[in-house]
């Protein structure tokens, strides 16, 4: 039960790490007429 | 403004520096920030946005009209201004290779008051800082 309950964690990982992966780390915007 | 634009969804913090003129963001985690979503809020707080530059990672991926463009969510990805560094990544279009680049997203257009948001902003590669 263990075994399979970590081959499906190891799946889901393998699925969704791609995508957690990608991701806007940084923004840095330049504004006028802030006072 | 800060408080504007903190209260936008994906946003964990916000850095405002009055002598500059820079807001720097902070996205959260799971990384879920809609750059269009933060220029409007800019407006909307009553002052104009220069210029965006952004450190995004993720895949390079065709758009539906064949050009190639950083897929940095499942259902995000900004098409590239074409320029050397981003022909330098086209082949990686498809690939499970991630790229981290800095970029330019937005740059207020010279002689006009307001920009135009209902295009789709493009991602103009200044620099690419990682692949793997």
Do not use: C, W
């Not at chain 2, 963001?25 to 952004?54: F, H, N, R, W």
């Not at chain 2, 279009?93 to 330019?104: D, E, I, K, L, S």
Request: aromatic letters at 4%.
């Amino acid at each position: 039960m263990d075994t399979r309950k970590f081959a499906l964690l190891v799946l889901l990982g393998s699925i969704l790490s791609p995508v957690t992966h990608a991701q806007i780390k940084h923004i840095e915007m330049r504004v006028e007429g802030m006072t | 403004m800060k408080q504007h634009l903190g209260r936008q969804s994906g946003v964990q913090n916000v850095e405002v520096s009055l002598i500059d003129g820079k807001v720097q963001v902070t996205p959260k985690e799971d990384g879920q920030i809609d750059p269009m979503q933060l220029l409007k809020a800019t407006y909307d707080s009553g002052v104009t946005a220069a210029e965006m530059d952004v450190i995004a990672r993720g895949k390079i991926v065709k758009d539906a009209s064949g050009d190639p463009a950083l897929q940095v969510e499942p259902n995000r990805s900004f098409t590239f201004e074409p320029n050397e560094l981003s022909k330098s990544l086209e082949s990686l279009a498809g690939t499970q290779t991630f790229v981290t680049v800095r970029g330019q997203l937005y740059k207020k257009p010279s002689g006009k008051k307001k920009a135009d948001l209902s295009v789709p902003l493009k991602l103009l590669v200044l620099e690419v800082q990682k692949k793997e």
